[in-house]
């Protein structure tokens, strides 16, 4: 009998815990692990290369890279080519040069990972902003490309692809070109994948 209460005492225990981690990452939790950065800004190939405090160049694997120099610190751009969809941020710190702040995000749209750093390089914040699309961007895609419309996602003028998750609800939205002078647009569930609008505004063309 108490073998039995045990067991599902340990049960129980286990699905609340489960389900805390789901919803958020502990700060406690990141400190106690002690991950560590030790990424820091190359600033002699920066000062060799740069012009009007800027550097930009090109990856080997096609990434295109833009470094400014800010007054107190350094920023990274880096945009890689397609079939990759995310871009990354990077501040470093200008006395240090240790990575600050470590961001991923959809090019102009939403935030997917960010990360910050102290100044010895130990990560003090983890922010996943995916956590509420249960219906996830690769199941997006996936969706998009069932669709009778052909929308070209990386089409960067006409093509955007938006997210909000609030008291309302979790939403993507999906706006893309179809016909001159107005754009289309998808309101999908970001939990359950259901297209929930079909709507459409109109837009000048450039």
Not at 67 to 85: A, C, K, L, M, R
Request: one cysteine or more.
């Amino acid at each position: 009998m108490k073998n039995w209460l045990f067991i599902l005492l340990y049960c129980l225990l286990s699905s609340c815990v489960n389900k805390e981690k789901s919803k958020t990452i502990p700060t406690e939790n990141i400190k106690q692990k002690k991950i560590m950065t030790t990424e820091k800004f190359d600033i002699a190939t920066f000062e060799e290369n740069k012009v009007d405090g800027e550097y930009n160049f090109i990856k080997k694997d096609g990434t295109k890279v833009r470094q400014t120099e800010g007054v107190n610190d350094y920023s990274v751009y880096e945009y890689p080519e397609p079939p990759s969809f995310f871009m990354k941020f990077k501040r470093f710190s200008k006395e240090t040069k240790i990575l600050q702040q470590d961001v991923t995000r959809f090019p102009n749209r939403f935030l997917v990972l960010r990360l910050e750093y102290d100044n010895n390089g130990k990560l003090i914040e983890e922010q996943n902003y995916n956590i509420p699309y249960k219906f996830t961007f690769e199941q997006l895609l996936l969706l998009l490309k069932n669709e009778q419309d052909t929308i070209d996602i990386f089409d960067k003028k006409n093509t955007t692809i938006g997210r909000k998750s609030d008291e309302s609800g979790t939403f993507w939205f999906i706006t893309y070109y179809k016909v001159p002078m107005r754009r289309e647009v998808i309101k999908v569930d970001g939990v359950t994948g259901e297209i929930l609008e079909r709507s459409f505004y109109p837009h000048e063309e450039n």
